[in-house]
Structures are given as structure tokens and as C-alpha cells.
């Protein structure tokens, strides 16, 4: 919609192709259907967000900044708001006003919007180059499902990943761009949960730790971190999720393909070993003759203490007073560093965003243009771009937009 409107305002004729019953149907479940339009850092700070090719996004962020995308909706009569970790909503909360505003403004500039119109190939044409036996790829159109031709004297794919396949994301774009000669790196999930092998989190289930810390090593270089850091983290059937397991898949996921991880999470990273010792020490002396699974409940969350105790081999119902300085010091232990091992990501149809995509180094920066087929341009997630939760990825999809519907 982006890259329509944008091309549609520089006086092209523009037909937008949207193979569902209506527009924007990925959008309209972005930010739990409030829709993240984008993050409100300094604009320099936008880079160390993206996590794929940074660096190929300098011109598409500079030349359509997170404060241009705020700017943009404004004008359209979209009012915005600023949450916690300068995240940007619709004041409304609701993605659909988002799409409505996008949608009035494609038909205002005079952009033809087609729905239930699924595209099945782009359509190119060779010519041989002259002194040369290299031939010269040049968009001619796209055919449709139903077998008709739109000739067309350039075209953008922005057709999204493979998540969400429900929305329309099945991965129609990479399919047509690898035909025309593009190469796709391998697409994995992003922004997912992250399965453990343990029972621990199965039995955990439901549970929310609000201000934890984690950091993930792999059986390679144990001492190195391969992810750290501190937030929300959510025990599932199938292992752990939450903001910081969905940035710590995109940072680290890439590593489970050839060795085995693990995931440390300190339950009390505000004190240290000794602090905690002395904290449970004076838990411990206010209820010696208490059960143990009753002592524990201003140290921990109610449903995990079974689960704690179990892990350190102490039974419930021991009275505080028997609990050895063994078991307390292993009680504190497994406090500081809850140790999981992780067994994989959830699937890709359930990711937040698909990893992979088109190479970027057979796409022109500055204008999206492919380098292989000339009148062909991208924008969006079908490029291997991606990036961390905030809206960042949007972010990414209205730069890319931006730039390809301005340079058509």
C-alpha cells in the first residue's frame, strides 16, 4: 500500500494486486491487533534494532525516517500515541483505522485496488545485449491465477514472508522472484518460541516471570554468550516465549543448527549469591517449623515452588528447619541460574516474522531496484531484512515502500 500510494502520488498509472478479500490482513494483527507502526528512537538507533542487513536500510530509513512515518499518519488523520520502550500506536488502538487510512489514500491518489486477485508469475522479457552474450531481463507484466495478463512497465513485490500463512504470507513472492533469476536465502522463523527439552516449562505453564534475566550458551564456546539479556519471559506447553525468549530467537535461533543450547535464567538478578543466601536465611529463620513449600512463598511465584523444590530434590513438606545448608545453597543456585536446554523453534507458520528472503546484494539500496531484471522492485519482509520487536519491522516495510513506489 506503501509503494502504491507512493507511486500512484509521482503520477503513474498503479494497480494494486491483493490476492485476499481485503487489504491489509497481516497489518491488521501486528501489535495484538493495535498495530506497532513504528519506533519513536532517535533515528541512528533504528540500525541496531535490525538484526539481517542493517546497513543495506541507511538510505531506505534516511530517506523515510521512523519521525517521517509518524509525520505521514498524522497528516492522514491518524492520531498516534508513544508507549513504553517508545513504542508507536494508533491512538485508537486499532490496526484497522491504520489500514483504512492507508486504503482512503491509495483511492484518493488514484490507485486501482483489485481484490481476490492472486498473481502466479511475473512475466519478463530477454534481448540480447549488443557486443555482448549476455541478454538483458526486462519486466513485461504479471499473469494471474485465472490465466489473464497485466502488462505493466514495472512491478513491486511486496508479497511479505511465509508467516501467518492464514493472511496471505505463503511465500508466493519468494517462489516468483527465484524464477525470475533472484536467489532467496533460506527462510527460518523469527520473533518465535523457542522449545525446551526439559518437562520444566510444560509444568510451568502459563507462567509469567516479569523482570528476569537470561543469557544462552551453546555446547561449542560454553563461556561466550550467544544472547543476554532482560525482560518478560512466558513458560509455555512447549517450552518458553514472551519479549525477551521472541528477541533472544531472532539473536540466537540461528546457532541451534549445529550445536545444542542452553538457556540460563537468574529468577533474582538484582542480588547477588550472597544476597540471596542472606534473604533465604532470613526467610528460613521467620518459619523454622513451617513447611518448606510455605516458606518459600514471599521468594517465588506460588506455582513455581513445586517445580524449584523438585528441581533440587527437596521434598515439600520438609519443616525449614531440616533443610540442610547443602540444600538451601542449591536452592539458591538453581535461583540464580535455572538451567533449560533448548531443543528448537517453534514452527515458522507461527513466527512473528520470517527470517531470509531475496539476497539484498541483487537489490539496488537506493531505489529497490533488482539488479537482475530491470522495472522490478521489492519492498518488505520479502527481503532478507529483519529486526527486533518495537516496531522495527514495520518500520522496515514503510522505508522499503517508500523507496521503490518514489523510484518506479
Known amino acids: 500500500m506503501m509503494a502504491a500510494l507512493q507511486s500512484a502520488a509521482d503520477g503513474h498509472a498503479v494497480i494494486l494486486l491483493e490476492k485476499n478479500e481485503k487489504l491489509g490482513k497481516k497489518l491488521f494483527i501486528t501489535g495484538k491487533g493495535r498495530c506497532n507502526i513504528t519506533n519513536a528512537c532517535d533515528v541512528s538507533d533504528l540500525f541496531s534494532n535490525v538484526v539481517t542487513n542493517p546497513k543495506f536500510l541507511y538510505s531506505a530509513f534516511y530517506g523515510f525516517s521512523n519521525n517521517d512515518v509518524i509525520s505521514f499518519f498524522e497528516s492522514l488523520g491518524l492520531k498516534t500515541k508513544k508507549e513504553r520502550g517508545n513504542r508507536v500506536f494508533p491512538a485508537s488502538d486499532k490496526s484497522s483505522d491504520v489500514i483504512k487510512v492507508l486504503e482512503r489514500e491509495c483511492l484518493q491518489r488514484g490507485v ?44 513491486i513485490l511486496a508479497a511479505g514472508g511465509i508467516s501467518y500463512p ?23 522463523p523469527g520473533l518465535t518460541g523457542m522449545l525446551v527439552k ?60 549445529d550445536q545444542e543450547l542452553k538457556l540460563h535464567i537468574d529468577l533474582k538478578p538484582a542480588l547477588s549469591a550472597e544476597q540471596l543466601d542472606k ?34 530434590d527437596i521434598q515439600e513438606h520438609e519443616k525449614v528447619n ?26 515458522i507458520e507461527e513466527a512473528i516474522i520470517t527470517r531470509g528472503g531475496i ?11 533488482s539488479k537482475k531484471v530491470k522495472g522490478l522492485y521489492f519492498a518488505g519482509e520479502i527481503l532478507d531484512l ?11 516495510a514503510w522505508s522499503t515502500g517508500y523507496v521503490a513506489g518514489n523510484n518506479v
Open 166 to 188: 492464514s493472511t496471505g504470507s505463503t511465500g508466493d513472492g519468494y517462489r516468483m522472484a527465484e524464477h525470475v533469476g533472484h536467489t532467496i536465502i533460506p527462510v527460518r
Open 198 to 257: 526439559e518437562d520444566t516449562a510444560s509444568r510451568l505453564q502459563g507462567l509469567t516471570l516479569k523482570n528476569c534475566s537470561v543469557f544462552i550458551t551453546g555446547d561449542k564456546k560454553q563461556n561466550k554468550h550467544l544472547f543476554e539479556g532482560m525482560g518478560e519471559l512466558l513458560f509455555t506447553h512447549y517450552g518458553v516465549s514472551g519479549p525477551l525468549i521472541l528477541t533472544a530467537s531472532s539473536l540466537a535461533g540461528s546457532y541451534m543448527d
Open 322 to 347: 531440616h533443610i540442610s545448608r547443602d540444600q538451601r545453597g542449591q536452592l539458591r543456585d538453581t535461583c540464580k541460574d535455572l538451567v533449560l536446554t533448548l531443543a528448537g523453534l517453534r514452527p
Open 386 to 396: 529483519d529486526a527486533l520487536t518495537g516496531g522495527f519491522n514495520l518500520q522496515i
Open 112 to 155: 486501482q485496488i483489485r481484490l481476490n486477485t492472486e498473481v502466479r508469475d511475473i512475466l519478463i522479457e530477454e534481448r540480447e545485449i549488443a557486443d555482448s552474450k549476455d541478454t538483458e531481463k526486462k519486466i513485461k507484466g504479471v499473469s494471474l491465477k485465472d490465466g489473464r495478463q497485466i502488462l505493466a512497465d514495472a512491478v
Open 359 to 369: 539476497k539484498i546484494s541483487e537489490v539496488d539500496p537506493a531505489t529497490m531496484a
Open 279 to 312: 534473604r533465604i536465611l532470613r526467610d528460613f529463620a521467620a518459619a523454622p517449623n513451617m513447611d518448606i513449600k510455605n516458606a518459600l512463598i514471599h521468594l517465588l511465584p506460588k506455582s513455581m515452588i513445586p517445580v524449584m523444590l523438585s528441581l533440587c
